[in-house]
């Protein structure tokens, strides 16, 4: 962020966000044909994920003489999903599957740290503060949660 006045003094605004998701599943495939695999789905999934943000001379958008602050959070995630599909098989092993399902996540949310700190005339005050964290939890069914998909079978 430059300083518009045309002095070129500069500030920084540096976000940091990084986030993981891991799902292990399986499916449970039921007698068809040849052509047609109907199946049954269950999936488990976990995650994770990161903020934090330092600012100097900035307030994230705009050039502040004085002004520097740092955030953070962090958040966890579990989740559960079930459905059903039908796999047609175009050629043998090769398979377009239409799928479609109901999934929970739940997610756990840190508190939210930030930091400020001003300075003006060589006089820095700080000042800190904490929001606390929450859950939420999310269910979707239906052309949601449908799904594409295709696939070879080893």
Partial sequence: NENGDGTGATGSAVIKNGAWNAQIGGEYHLDG?????????LGVNLGGGSMETTNTESDGANYVLG????SNAKMSM????????LDIYIIENLYCGFELGFNYAGYNYGDFTSSTT????????TVTGVTAGGKASYMNTGA??????FGWRF
């Fill in 78 to 85: 579990f989740g559960v999903g079930l459905g059903a599909g």
């Fill in 67 to 70: 002004l520097a602050s740092t």
């Fill in 33 to 41: 044909t040849d052509r047609i695999s109907p199946y049954f789905m």
């Fill in 118 to 125: 001003v300075t003006a005339g060589g006089v820095s005050t």
């Fill in 144 to 149: 949601g949660t449908a799904a594409v998909r």
